[in-house]
T-cell receptor, first 112, second 111 residues
């Protein structure tokens, strides 16, 4: 079974802090994704990566950056957290050959 | 831009009844269509993936159909159980890796 893990289930940070969200997959997938999910807005793609050190902006990249130094690990970075970044963050991975995405358990981030 | 719609937003059925969940999409040039389940406060669990060349996929009590020409997919859940209560999302994939998600249908199965 594909396993996607995220470093924290719940996280509380202060405005202005730098926040790191980590995601690890164990199936040697080439593609990895970061989404945020908000009531009434659904899932929105922040960034995705199709190879090590490669990244593409999604629909809402502002205020975020990403890092992929190893194939299995994809990090989302909030450079200076703001209250409007309070959300559920979901990581996913998929193989190169077809886009079946597998999701992690999510991180509920609260920025105070 | 792909738009994905799921109607109704919520559904309540008695245990044992068959569930029919609808998903429509505007651009028929999809790569595949994926159905997910999400429990409150949790991540998404992949249920079924239908490739664009397929008409349906089955897994246990779940069956999903795809009609690209009409821009529709349907998820059938046979003999529903209280444990099937969750939000079900569909997502259409384009060739640039992106998934376009519907807003989901929240299902309650009454014991």
């Amino acid at each position: 079974d594909v396993k996607v893990t995220q470093s924290s289930r719940y996280l509380v940070k202060r405005t202005g802090e730098k926040v790191f969200l980590e995601c690890v997959q164990d199936m040697d997938h080439e593609n990895m994704f970061w989404y945020r999910q908000d009531p009434g807005l659904g899932l929105r793609l922040i960034y995705f990566s199709y190879d090590v050190k490669m990244k593409e902006k999604g629909d809402i990249p502002e205020g975020y950056s990403v890092s992929r130094e190893k194939k299995e690990r994809f990090s989302l970075i909030l450079e200076s957290a703001s209250t409007n970044q309070t959300s559920m963050y979901l990581c996913a991975s998929s193989p190169w050959t077809y886009n079946e995405q597998f999701f992690g358990p999510g991180t509920r981030l609260t920025v105070l | 831009k792909q738009e994905v719609t799921q109607i109704p937003a919520a559904l309540s059925v008695p245990e044992g009844e068959n569930l029919v969940l609808n998903c429509s999409f505007t651009d028929s040039a999809i790569y595949n269509l994926q159905w997910f389940r999400q429990d409150p406060g949790k991540g998404l669990t992949s249920l079924l993936l239908i490739q664009s060349s397929q008409r349906e996929q089955t897994s246990g009590r779940l069956n999903a159909s795809l009609d690209k020409s009409s821009g529709r997919s349907t998820l059938y859940i046979a003999a529903s159980q209280p444990g099937d209560s969750a939000t079900y999302l569909c997502a259409a994939s384009s060739n640039d890796y992106k998934l376009s998600f519907g807003a989901g249908t929240t299902v309650t199965v009454r014991a």
